[in-house]
């Protein structure tokens, strides 16, 4: 079992930037991808950044040219740097990876979340 914890939301005026991290412990076999999504109250689920475990990165256009996600294998974290952000930005942030369980098969793990709220 993976083990994903988020940090670094909070409350930013618009323009404002953040630093989301994830760090996975746990049973980690093999990590594929990792991403980054958010939720905005009442709407679905919404995919904003991957990277992959050979470093390929790509963005939701909506968050092209702001958000920046990178990792620390080292550490097994990732980051969403966020810059210039909106009042639409303002969501749930969720981390999730795609990873090899013990037995072998592929499972999707989730974090708990954490709240950016941006205001205008």
């Known amino acids: 079992q993976v083990q994903l914890v988020e940090s670094g939301g909070g409350l930013v005026p618009a323009g404002g930037s953040l630093r989301l991290s994830c760090t996975a412990s746990?049973?980690?076999?093999?990590?594929?991808?990792m991403y980054w999504y958010r939720q905005a109250p009442g709407k679905q689920r919404d995919l904003v950044a991957t990277?992959?475990?050979?470093?390929?990165?790509n963005y939701a256009d909506s968050v092209k040219g702001r958000f920046t996600i990178s990792e620390n294998n080292a550490k097994n974290t990732i980051y969403l740097q966020m810059n210039g952000l909106k009042p639409e930005d303002t969501a749930v942030y969720y981390c999730?990876?795609?990873?090899?369980?013990?037995?072998?098969?592929?499972?999707?793990?989730w974090g708990q979340g954490t709240q950016v709220t941006v205001s205008s």
């Open positions: 746990g049973s980690i076999v093999r990590i594929n991808a």
């Open positions: 990277i992959t475990s050979g470093g390929s990165t």
């Open positions: 999730a990876a795609d990873h090899k369980s013990l037995i072998g098969n592929m499972l999707k793990s």
